[in-house]
């Protein structure tokens, strides 16, 4: 650094032709940077406006963002004319109880990964890396018929247990364990309190940030889920927002093109997801370097 | 103390059972047992009636994965469209995905930038949607009369009925040039029932849209990525580069991306996986139309078991991309310790002779 912060006098006309450019350079990445947020955000506000446009502006105007009269149709359709306020709620229990769930089971089987040593481990540990491996899509087929076995085909259970199974959030908790130092918990150990105990009265509150990456990609992952609700439950009572939205697309319930409906649709279901978004904000952006370097 | 160290010992191995106990009954009942018995699905006969172990379901060997492979028909041409239309995506939708979000991440890689932080929440935004929102919102933009084709009428230019639209996107520039149907050669039937002319139709007009919805959903995951590692780079190796006189571009591609190789790895493998699981997006946006132009092997299984009743070749379809996308992770494995390593090992060593060789 010291030889950067005494430039030779030959040196001083090159830099100051080099900070002018860097001048430029610096506006023409703010162009590039603001062509490119415009692209990557104006879709998302063409899709609220829309959602305001009658069928008739949305065809023939499509790109502007102010409707020519504002209409609540597609909303008043929405929760007064759908199963939406149903969709909406399936989504909302279900996401609850697989967050709930994976933040219960994940930490407890990362922590005794982590720090218990017991006989089989090993097996466990390999077992955890094998269905990792195991891509969701190919589970369809093979989800349907273990469910429709068990007898809990189009029901709760069978929508919140199998997703339930995370490996990956096993593997973030037990990473996070092992780097708690022991110390902490071998005082409690000698005051005689249970495994049970120290994990849950003394690891457990220690380890409010590894547990709020588990919030985070469970909600995501649950409430975005759509495949397997598709081949775990057919009755309309049990539709999820993500497969009542697919259908109302796909126009298995509706008929016509009705744009404004679909967005308007589209827009709310991802409002949870935004508003999950914006309170770990620091900490998403951050999740995924960890997932790099772990 | 002794004694108390054994009986910990014993408290442990119980409590270490008991606390991963629910984690692998539920891994083991909705992961293990499921593939096994999707397994003996796939070489069987079941119909969907009643259970696939009863009596009247026959074990018929390899007869699924020959209908799907080697005997000549519906079955097997279906499969092999759906291969064609998954690998135009993944060939266009892999490169494009990890470009794009090494720029972006170049881009915003700037700690003193002002509206930094509000540039990576916009690439990132569209990475938090789920696949049927994005989509619902991809149908509006690409639809006839949609944002997209208004966009291209103001150059003058009439843009296609995207998702309606089954003609490949390389026999639309063949036809550019006036080649309008298949040179003789090519019309005969090719691997998997398909034609050579088919083959290189390239991806179709809608799935070519679905395509840039790939990429748009996934840079901002990827542009993470890409920026946590530029930012645990050694500025130094750069200033030293610019003090050699190096440009900013060369100093990019001669010094910033060969650093960055463990990370394109990921990027590319985590990307072979997602592409080859195509289902959410065409479940909710085309169901494999037009003309099974955007069928992908994921969705074609599911089509084939729940709308066909046709378990074992749904299943059989299933292991097949399975072990597509296992030898594709291998692969990328093998390249990753291949060439991968060679350039973290060097650079540990540059920092090692740096530190060592520094006065003090």
């Known amino acids: 650094m010291s030889v950067m912060t005494t430039p030779a006098p030959a040196a001083a006309a090159p830099r100051a032709r080099r900070r002018s450019r860097m001048g430029t350079g610096t506006a023409g990445l703010y162009l590039l940077l603001g062509v490119l947020a415009l692209i990557y955000i104006y879709p998302f ?201 697919a259908q109302l697309a796909s126009g298995q319930l509706s008929q016509g093109s009705q744009y404004p409906l679909k967005l308007a649709a589209a827009a709310l279901m991802t409002v949870p997801v935004i508003v999950v978004f914006l309170i770990f904000q620091r900490r998403i952006m951050n999740v995924s370097a960890g997932a790099v370097k772990g | 103390m002794a004694t108390r160290r054994r009986r910990r010992a014993g408290a442990d191995a119980t409590a270490g059972w008991m606390f991963t106990l629910p984690i692998i009954i539920i891994l083991g009942v909705f992961l293990v047992v499921p593939v096994l018995m999707a397994a003996w699905v796939s070489v069987s006969d079941w119909t969907g009636r009643g259970s696939p172990f009863s009596g009247d379901v026959s074990f018929i ?30 060939l266009l939708v892999v490169p494009l995905q990890t470009i794009l979000s090494l720029l972006l991440a170049t881009a915003v890689n700037r700690r003193a930038m002002r509206g930094v932080g509000f540039f990576r929440t916009a690439f990132y935004f569209p990475s938090v949607t789920s696949a049927v929102a994005i989509t619902v919102l991809w149908l509006f933009l690409f639809s006839a009369t949609g944002p997209i084709n208004k966009l291209i009428s103001f150059i003058g230019l009439t843009g296609p009925n995207w998702f309606q639209d089954p003609r490949g996107v390389v026999h639309v520039i063949a036809g550019w040039f006036g080649v309008e149907s298949a040179p003789g050669a090519l019309t005969s039937p090719g691997p998997l029932g398909v034609t050579g002319w088919e083959w290189l139709a390239g991806p179709s007009v809608a799935m070519f849209a679905l395509i840039l919805m790939a990429v748009f959903t996934t840079s901002g995951t990827f542009m993470l990525l890409f920026l946590a590692a530029l930012q645990a780079l050694d500025p130094e190796v750069d200033e030293a580069a610019m003090m050699d006189g190096a440009n900013r571009f060369q100093r990019f591609t001669r010094i910033t991306v060969p650093q960055l190789r463990p990370t394109v790895f990921t990027v590319v493998t985590l990307g072979l996986i997602g592409t080859w699981q195509v289902f959410d997006q065409i479940y909710t946006g085309t169901q494999g139309g037009p003309s099974k132009t955007t069928l992908t092997p994921a969705y074609l299984s599911y089509a084939a078991a729940f709308e066909g009743q046709r378990w074992g070749q749904g299943a059989a379809i299933s292991f097949i991309l399975f072990f597509i996308i296992v030898a594709l992770t291998l692969l990328q494995r093998w390249a990753l310790k291949e060439r991968g390593g060679v350039p973290r090992r060097r650079r540990a060593a540059a920092r090692r002779t740096r530190r060592e060789g520094a006065p003090a």
């Open chain 1, 45 to 245: 506000l063409i899709q609220i406006a829309t959602s305001f446009k009658t069928d008739a502006d949305a065809a023939s105007t499509p790109l502007s963002l102010i409707p020519s009269s504002w209409s609540l149709l597609a909303y008043e359709r929405l929760f007064a004319h759908s199963d939406f306020p149903t969709w909406a709620m399936n989504s909302f229990i279900v996401t609850l109880v697989v967050t709930l769930g994976r933040v219960f089971f994940n930490s407890l089987a990362g922590y005794a990964l982590a720090r218990l040593d017991f006989r089989g481990r090993g097996v466990v540990f390999a077992l955890l890396v094998a269905v990792m491996a195991v891509p969701g899509v190919v589970l369809l087929i093979p989800r349907f018929l273990v469910i429709n076995t068990l007898g809990i085909y189009d029901s709760y259970a069978g929508m919140i247990l199998p997703l339930l199974a995370d490996a990956t959030g096993v593997f973030i908790m037990k990473n996070f364990f092992e780097s708690i130092p022991r110390s902490v918990e071998e005082q409690a150990q000698i005051d005689g309190a249970s495994t049970f105990r120290v994990f849950w009265s003394i690891v457990l509150p220690m380890a409010t940030p590894a547990l709020m990456t588990i919030v985070i990609l469970s909600f995501q992952g649950s409430w975005n889920e759509l495949n397997h609700f598709i081949v775990s439950t057919q009755s309309p009572s049990l539709t999820t927002l993500t497969k009542g939205v």
């Open chain 2, 61 to 90: 060997g390899l007869q699924n994965y020959q209908q799907i492979l080697a005997e000549p028909g519906l079955p097997q041409r279906d499969f092999g469209v759906s291969l064609r239309n998954n690998l135009y995506y993944v």
